[in-house]
Nanobody, 120 residues
Framework: QSRLVESGGGLVQPGGSLRLSCVVD???????IGWFRQTPTLEYDRVSC???????EYADSVKGRFRVSRDNAKKTGYLQMNNLKPEDTGVYYC???????????????WGQGTQVTVSS
């Protein structure tokens, strides 16, 4: 199973920005990369996803504020988060899979998560 390591989380004021990174220890070219936020009820909401062909998808709540990208040569996925809001707070996970699945459990591998806190 792949090993994924997220980084880039932290505490930021409303309106601020963070850039999350997800380093994967396998060949990334044919994999989709999903980004999920864990809710207080321990469910996983999909925030964004980028397919192996670089098609991107976003939750309505983050459209226009977040941007997903990837660098296959570096085996890394990114989630640029701008104009952050308190409701963006949560643990963010990256996951890899064949497609941009809606469900977290359909992805084949995921990281340990990184905490994002948006608060004044």
């Amino acid at each position: 199973q792949s090993r994924l390591v997220e980084s880039g989380g932290g505490l930021v004021q409303p309106g601020g920005s963070l850039r999350l990174s997800c380093v994967v220890d396998e060949f990334l070219d044919y994999l989709a990369i999903g980004w999920f936020r864990q809710t207080p009820t321990l469910e996983y909401d999909r925030v964004s996803c980028i397919s192996s062909k670089n098609s991107t998808e976003y939750a309505d709540s983050v459209k226009g504020r977040f941007r997903v990208s990837r660098d296959n040569a570096k085996k890394t996925g990114y989630l640029q988060m701008n104009n952050l809001k308190p409701e963006d707070t949560g643990v963010y996970y990256c996951a890899t899979g064949v497609n941009c699945y809606r469900e977290f459990s359909h992805f084949g591998a995921w990281g340990q998560g990184t905490q994002v806190t948006v608060s004044s």
